[in-house]
C-alpha cells in the first residue's frame, strides 16, 4: 500500500519562510511523481506544485515565485520550500502522486499570521 507522509509545518508571520517535506512508503520514491496540495478552512483541495520523476516541475499561477518544489531520490524525499509566505497560504498541505492518486495522509498544517 502507497502512503505519503508529510512534515514540516507549522505557525509563521507573513512574509515568513517553510520548507515542508514528503517521503513514500511502498513505491519506488525515484520514479514517482510528486505533487503538493493543500486545503484551506471551508475549500476544496488544489492542486499547489508538481515534480516529475525526471525533474520537470509545474506550479499553480497562485504560488510561482514563492514557492519551489524539488525532490532528493537519494534520500527518498520530496520538498516544498515557501518563501514569502501569505496568510492566504494558511492550509493543511499534502503530497501525494497528480499522476495515480492515492490514499491522502494526514497532511501537515501550515498557519501564516497577518
Known amino acids: 500500500q502507497v502512503q505519503f507522509v508529510e512534515s514540516g509545518g507549522g505557525l509563521v508571520q507573513a512574509g515568513g519562510s517553510l520548507r515542508l517535506s514528503c517521503t513514500v512508503s511502498?513505491?519506488?520514491?525515484?520514479?514517482?511523481?510528486i505533487g503538493w496540495y493543500r486545503r484551506a478552512p471551508g475549500k476544496q483541495r488544489e492542486y499547489v506544485a508538481g515534480i516529475s520523476s525526471g525533474g520537470s516541475t509545474n506550479y499553480a499561477d497562485s504560488v510561482k515565485g514563492r514557492f519551489t518544489i524539488s525532490r532528493d531520490n537519494a534520500k527518498g524525499t520530496g520538498f516544498l520550500q515557501m518563501n514569502s509566505l501569505k496568510p492566504e497560504d494558511t492550509a493543511v498541505y499534502y503530497c501525494?502522486?497528480?499522476?495515480?492518486?492515492?490514499?491522502w495522509g494526514q497532511g501537515t498544517q501550515v498557519t501564516v499570521s497577518s
Open positions: 511502498g513505491s519506488t520514491f525515484s520514479i514517482t511523481d
Open positions: 501525494n502522486n497528480p499522476r495515480y492518486l492515492r490514499a
